[in-house]
């Protein structure tokens, strides 16, 4: 099956300071990515859907300014927190869609991030 | 949004024993799926049911889909203590799949 390899699986970092998580699609190319934020017992909620080559599309209640978005190919988007705090500890997930198996969607492992 | 919503909330069973969990959502859907997730992991892609479909299996597990009441349910025939774990559904239309909040399932060995 199509897999979707997230890095790094864990980041720690200190409030302040900026974290760049990767989403690549490995075996598919996927024109639409999607991030996923889930917080300790609670369920996945969308944070934003990017599409290759144009700008992410944000759900209400989610900074643009403050979680980055670039999709600069078919197979990789990153999701950079900025000025990152204690708050935005949580764990992020990543989901690529491929266009040619009738657009499913495929998961990454997660990323857990701690901000001390 | 077609936010998928589980019930029950959790479920403590024994070993041996069946669990059936149930999934409502809202709007129309091109399919439902179901994922299971350990604490602090992954989701891991259990079985996908499409909206023309009623019933589904997949080893232990057997899905079905009731369009016209908007819900579903996934059954875990003969539970293992290795079922211990949230279960999500999530249901995709023409946007992203957007999940229910899950059911955490304990199976006491």
Redesign the interface.
């Known amino acids: 099956g199509a897999v979707v390899s997230q890095h790094p699986s864990r980041v720690i970092c200190k409030s302040g300071t900026s974290v760049k998580i990767e989403c690549r699609s490995l075996d598919f190319q996927a024109t639409t990515m ?1 991030w ?1 934020r889930q917080f300790p ?6 944070m934003a ?1 990017s599409n290759e080559g144009s700008k992410a599309t944000y759900e209400q209640g989610v900074e643009k300014d403050k979680f980055l978005i670039n999709h600069a190919s078919l197979t990789l988007s990153t999701l950079t927190v900025t000025s990152a705090h204690p708050e935005d500890s949580s ?1 992020y ?1 990543c ?1 690529a ?1 491929d266009r040619v198996a009738n657009y ?7 990323t ?1 991030l701690t901000v001390t | 949004s077609q936010q998928g919503e589980e019930d029950p909330q959790a479920l403590s069973i024994q070993e041996g024993e069946n669990a059936t969990m149930n999934c409502s959502y809202k709007t129309s859907i091109n399919n439902l799926q179901w ?1 299971r997730q350990n604490s ?4 891991v ?1 259990l079985i ?1 049911i499409r909206s023309n479909e009623r019933e589904k299996h997949s080893g232990r597990l057997r899905v079905t889909l009731d369009t016209s009441k908007k819900s579903s349910s996934l059954l875990i025939t003969a539970s293992r203590a290795a079922d211990t774990a ?1 279960y ?1 559904c999530a249901t ?1 239309g023409n946007t ?7 059911t ?1 399932l304990s199976v006491i060995a």
């Open positions: 999607f996923y017992k609670k369920s996945l909620m969308l859907t764990f997930i989901s869609r499913e969607q495929y998961f990454g492992p997660g857990r | 994922y602090g992991r992954g989701l892609h996908l949230s999500f995709s992203p799949l957007v999940f229910g909040k899950g955490r």
